[in-house]
């Protein structure tokens, strides 16, 4: 895979700018996560969790299962901008 590649397309972060986390020593998915935002889009991570999973897994040297998995916070419920300029109700 190109270096250039987009890792997470959520916040544009590249495949070279993960590896350089993971040489950083930033060498889980959390780390990473807090210090790039990967996976912190409104996909929550689903495709490029497990993508700086295998990357961390490959510096490593370790197996895939080996790694702890991210903490996924979904949004809990969508809401209309107009929601929000009303006053922030929610129907129910």
């Known amino acids: 895979m190109d270096e250039n590649t987009i890792i997470c ?8 700018e ?3 986390l993971i040489r950083n ?9 807090r210090i790039s935002r990967a996976g912190m889009g409104p996909c929550q991570g689903r495709t490029c969790s497990n993508l700086i999973l295998r990357e ?11 790694l702890g998995v991210a903490t996924s916070r979904p949004m809990v419920i969508g809401i209309k901008l107009d929601q929000i300029v009303q006053g922030g109700c929610i129907d129910a």
């Open 18 to 20: 993960v590896r350089e």
């Open 56 to 66: 961390i897994a490959a510096f490593k040297g370790v197996d895939i299962s080996e």
């Open 9 to 16: 397309r959520c916040s544009d972060i590249t495949l070279k």
């Open 25 to 33: 020593g930033y060498e889980t998915v959390e780390e990473i996560k």
